[in-house]
């Protein structure tokens, strides 16, 4: 099924994210703010489906397992996931295939960076726009052969912003395709730099 309108309850990725699988307010999901964990107590989209006989694959961003994400009881310091997350709860029951990152956008960039398989190797990709590389990963996966049904999600983070320089970077094919876009008569006088960071964010949209 094809949604042409969608809405989400809570703008931050990672919460409207949680709300999506979960089919809750991110009030309930534990996952309300950036950096938590989706709550372990909550099922999801992948639990319910697993349950009934299907596989349940993930691949992208996740960024819902807690970014602090256990403690060193030598120390008591705690240590962070920002990449790979491993078996388990943290999964959110995307126990069949899960690879990706848990925060992409801080262990890649548009064009190259670090992207972990379900193992935990670090298979990265480099010369390939982000986007491009992560949909690969998702045909190749639904053109395999499958022994039961499946569900497969796929979170891209684009047009999410690169958060260490601030922009939304498209694909080299559309770097100029909306450099004067249009912009609805009641937006044109709002404050702030969102006309510089418009045609970027056009051209990330445009990509998926």
């Known amino acids: 099924m094809n949604f042409s309108q969608c809405m989400t309850n809570q703008p931050l990725c990672s919460s409207s994210r949680a709300s999506f699988i979960t089919g809750r307010y991110a009030t309930e999901t534990g996952a309300w703010k950036l950096g938590l964990g989706l709550s372990h107590s909550v099922p999801t989209l992948a639990t319910f489906l697993r349950e009934a006989g299907y596989s349940s694959n993930f691949i992208g961003k996740w960024h819902l397992a807690p970014e602090v994400?256990?403690?060193?009881?030598?120390?008591?310091?705690?240590?962070?996931?920002?990449?790979?997350v491993p078996p388990g709860p943290e999964r959110g029951g995307f126990d069949d295939l899960w690879e990706g990152a848990n925060v992409l956008e801080i262990v890649s960039y548009?064009?190259?960076?670090?992207?972990?398989?379900?193992?935990?190797?670090?298979?990265?990709?480099?010369?390939?726009?982000?986007?491009?590389?992560?949909?690969?990963?998702?045909?190749?996966?639904?053109?395999?052969?499958?022994?039961?049904?499946?569900?497969l999600f796929l979170s891209q983070l684009e047009p999410h912003h690169q958060n260490d320089v601030d922009q939304f970077v498209p694909p080299e094919r559309y770097a100029t395709t909306y450099e004067d876009p249009h912009v609805p008569q009641d937006l044109r006088n709002l404050p702030g730099n969102w006309r510089s960071h418009l045609p970027g964010y056009y051209g990330c949209v445009q990509a998926n």
Request: proline letters at 3%.
């Open 69 to 84: 994400f256990g403690m060193d009881r030598k120390t008591d310091v705690g240590w962070t996931t920002l990449g790979w």
């Open 110 to 151: 548009p064009y190259q960076g670090n992207y972990w398989n379900n193992d935990g190797k670090n298979i990265g990709f480099k010369d390939e726009y982000r986007v491009d590389f992560l949909t690969g990963r998702a045909v190749s996966f639904i053109e395999k052969a499958h022994d039961k049904p499946w569900l």
